[in-house]
Nanobody, 121 residues
Framework: QVQLVESGGGLVQPGGSLRLACVAS????????MIWYRQAPGKQRELVAR???????NYADSVKGRFTISRDNAKNTVYLQMNSLKPEDTAVYLC???????????????WGRGIQVTVSS
């Protein structure tokens, strides 16, 4: 099985920065897309940023120019650098990875449990 663990969340003042990390462990042959989502209370889950296996990235309009997604394939880790944070960035952030656990197995969608980010003065 594949386990994902997020870290790096917390409370930060508006204008501050946080760096989230999501580490995958377990049976991993290949990781394809790596995605960060967020969900605020009473709102739908929103795709924040995606990084493809080749390194191409895309972002939600609301975070362009402020957030940067990156990956370290050797460490099975995806990062989200969040700068110039705003109160509206407050949400639970979840990582989602497209993983082939073994060479002969099918690709699957795996989720972390989420981590709270709160932007408040």
């Amino acid at each position: 099985q594949v386990q994902l663990v997020e870290s790096g969340g917390g409370l930060v003042q508006p204008g501050g920065s946080l760096r989230l990390a999501c580490v995958a462990s377990g049976s991993i042959f290949t990781i394809y897309d790596m995605i960060w989502y967020r969900q605020a209370p009473g709102k739908q889950r929103e795709l924040v940023a995606r990084i493809y296996s080749g390194g191409i990235t895309n972002y939600a309009d609301s975070v362009k120019g402020r957030f940067t997604i990156s990956r370290d394939n050797a460490k099975n880790t995806v990062y989200l650098q969040m700068n110039s944070l705003k109160p509206e960035d407050t949400a639970v952030y979840l990582c989602n990875l497209d993983v082939r656990p073994r060479a002969w197995s099918s690709r699957g969608d795996y989720w972390g449990r989420g981590i709270q980010v709160t932007v408040s003065s």
